[in-house]
């Protein structure tokens, strides 16, 4: 869970440290405090995208730390390297011209790293799921992540990869007749430039060794005389004194054992000296140079370097090219053969795509009728008693019947009230019906999920009366199986959480200064009563206050007890 946030020069945060519960946390005050500053520090400790606008004015950098205390290694933290020892301390820095740099346990990474750690500590539902709600080509998306239907999805994509290679290339072959004589001529001038050369692997590399030898001979020539001549010639040479020395070393070890291991490495050297000079004389012997041979060299090498520079490829890559064009020059030869190849391949690819997308829309059918079930039992939760929740299926529509996403188009429709057919949720859901939904959804989900904390930025949206003591009741369900935590403006919400919190803005020396407060029992009975009534405090506000607590109180023993 998030135990810690510590927001320091973050738009009007000049210095705030959060601690945060487990169960239900919820932050409130007045529109304009800063209660999504909170939110916005959170989102970018997480790695999401910040702007510049959220360092506080004259501060050099702003900075968010959060500490999550999770109940298990994560499986990011194997994957990168880091040490797990029983807390996270994400960090990250912005400064003024937008840049930023993030840490986890003191060990920089980059923010799309950060992101991926998120997606394992945090789920933050805010007013853009509900877009996605409305937007219906998300379903899919939640149904499929209701669903876990990975496997199936995943055997169904490698079967559309292959139909869609197939395809590409009877595509590549489909062309008309003067298409395929002017790729048909250039592909056989490029073969026929290419044989001339006749090209041999490694050949360059050899070439230019000899070649620079040759540029280099005479001096080679020297060299190899200075050597062997240090080495044989006289009778004070190399050789000699290196036998000469090992003769009187051998003698000196029959008298001396101790020095055998000397005597030996005498023997030895003087082997190793014996030998190099007949290297090289062997070497020197081989040496026939002539201008003529240097010229077919300079040439062979000019021509192997204008080929890798018209086809931009190495000696290597020339070969490649070779085997290539020769491909395609056959494929376009016995195109009309590799065609009606090519599209019974098609044909057959494509039945399996239509048995692998069978068996994606079964277990997509099976995740439908539970979620439905589910979604309504949540909704009812909700104060939404006629509510009906429909998971639609359509075929795809195109020629084959499928396309990336598998052989479905889904979509969610619903009806709020007794005696309507279900319609398209954009068209149906008031604000705070979709809230509702999304809370629903949200609640379902978290199943499926390792995230021990989930975040509602003003989930409240549109919700009232009876419907908002049914989604603090819910949001208070969710809790007791993972940290929740909740901006909001409703005294039912309020009243239920575990821990409250008051943002609170003030003004000292013409600045704006926001302060974040964990609420005792009578700050909270005071913020409760702010809700209800406004500014204008009452005994009356006070009383709704206390019974409102109370309520929630109950309701929770109840809840306990069960």
């Known amino acids: 869970m998030l135990s810690e946030l510590h927001i320091e020069n973050i738009a009007v945060i000049e210095r705030a440290d959060i601690v945060f519960d487990k169960g239900l946390n919820v932050l409130g005050g007045e529109t304009g405090a800063g209660k999504s500053i909170v939110i916005d520090s959170i989102n970018a400790v997480l790695g999401n995208r910040t702007s510049r606008e959220l360092v506080r004015k004259g501060a050099s950098s702003g900075l968010v730390t959060a500490v999550f205390t999770p109940d298990r290694e994560l499986p990011w933290l194997q994957e990168n390297d880091i040490p797990y020892e029983g807390e996270l301390i994400l960090q990250r820095k912005i400064t003024p011209e937008g840049k930023s740099s993030s840490r986890v346990c003191g060990i920089p990474v980059a923010a799309a790293q950060l992101r991926e750690l998120a997606s394992q500590l945090v789920d933050i539902h805010g007013q853009n799921d509900g877009l996605r709600l409305l937007d219906e080509k998300s379903h899919l998306g939640f149904l499929d992540s209701f669903g876990e239907t990975e496997n199936e999805f995943r055997a169904f994509r490698e079967e559309f990869e292959k139909f869609l290679s197939i395809r590409r290339e009877l595509k590549a072959l489909s062309m008309d007749d003067e298409e395929k004589q002017r790729m048909g001529d250039s592909l056989r001038f490029r073969i026929e430039e290419l044989e001339r050369a006749d090209l041999k692997a490694g050949e360059y590399d050899a070439l230019t060794a000899r070649r620079d030898m040759l540029r280099n001979s005479e001096k080679l020539r020297e060299a190899l005389d200075s050597a062997l001549g240090i080495l044989y010639d006289g009778d004070e040479n190399a050789v000699s004194f290196a036998q000469n020395a090992q003769y009187y070393a051998e003698r000196a070890s029959r008298l001396a054992p101790e020095l055998e291991s000397a005597a030996n490495s005498v023997k030895e050297a003087s082997f190793l000296l014996s030998d190099a000079a007949e290297t090289l004389n062997d070497f020197r012997d081989s040496l026939d140079f002539s201008p003529e041979e240097y010229d077919q060299l300079e040439n062979r090498v000019s021509q192997l370097d204008r080929l890798s520079r018209k086809y931009n490829c190495d000696e290597d890559g020339l070969l490649a090219l070779l ?62 008693p006629s509510v009906r929740f429909v998971v639609e299926f359509a075929p795809v529509d195109n020629k084959v019947g499928f396309d990336q996403t598998g052989a479905d188009s889904v979509r969610f429709l619903m ?143 109840q809840k306990q007890k069960k």
Do not use: W
Not at 342 to 353: G, P
Not at 365 to 379: D, S
Not at 484 to 511: F, N, W
């Open 415 to 557: 009806s709020a009230n007794a005696g309507e057919d279900p319609g398209r949720i954009s068209k149906i859901a008031s604000g705070g019906e979709l809230s509702r939904i999304m809370l629903a959804l949200k609640n379902v989900f978290a199943e499926h999920d390792i995230v021990q904390t989930m975040i509602f930025d003003e989930i409240d949206t549109g919700v009232s009366g009876i419907a908002a003591q049914r989604v603090a009741e819910k949001l208070y369900a969710v809790s007791e199986n993972r940290q929740v935590m909740c901006v909001t403006h409703l005294p039912q919400i309020a009243a239920m959480a575990d821990t409250q919190y008051l943002v609170a803005k003030s003004e000292s020396s013409g600045r704006t200064f926001t302060r974040v407060t964990a609420l005792d029992e009578e700050g909270r009975k005071k913020e409760i009563a702010r809700l209800f009534g406004g500014d204008h405090i009452t005994a009356t506000t006070l009383a709704a206050a206390s019974e409102q607590l109370a309520a929630a109180k109950q309701y929770k023993l």
């Open 323 to 384: 085997d290539e064009s020769r491909k395609k020059l056959d494929d376009i030869e016995y195109s009309e053969d590799r065609i009606r190849k090519l599209r019974r391949e098609l044909s057959a690819q494509k039945d399996q795509c239509t048995l692998a997308g069978q068996k994606l829309t079964a277990v997509r059918r099976k995740a439908a009728t539970e979620l439905e079930k589910r979604i309504i039992t949540e909704l009812r939760e909700l104060n939404m």
